[in-house]
Nanobody
């Protein structure tokens, strides 16, 4: 059974940076698309970043494209989200997710991901 464990969240001032990590174990997610989502109180879960399996193409919405970077370390089986120039509106619980083995395309819909981490809180103060 695939397990995803996030770390790296915390409290940061506006303009600061954080790097989230998501360690994968118990299965093979290296051969599937992976992503990051976030959910703020009272809001729906929102796509933040995705990385395609083959080619490593990344996909980010305009709201974070110039500030966030997603990457995957195949040797460490770890997914990362580097977040720079953080804003108070980035405050949310951040989740990493992976699609089933062999599904290489990124989806912006949380319904298309089969494995989820427990989430890590990111709070950006103004």
């Amino acid at each position: 059974q695939v397990q995803l464990v996030e770390s790296g969240g915390g409290l940061v001032q506006a303009g600061g940076s954080l790097r989230l990590s998501c360690a994968a174990s118990g299965g093979t997610v290296s051969t599937s698309a992976k992503g990051w989502f976030r959910q703020a109180p009272g809001k729906e879960r929102e796509f933040v970043a995705g990385i395609r399996w083959i080619g490593g193409n990344t996909y980010l919405p305009v709201s974070v494209m110039s500030r966030f970077t997603i990457s995957w370390d195949n040797g460490l089986n770890t997914l990362y989200l580097q977040m720079n120039t953080l804003k108070p509106e980035d405050t949310a619980v951040y989740y990493c997710a992976a699609r089933r083995r062999g599904i290489l395309t990124v989806s912006r819909s949380s319904n298309d991901y089969d494995y989820w981490g427990q989430g890590t809180q990111v709070t950006v103060s103004s």
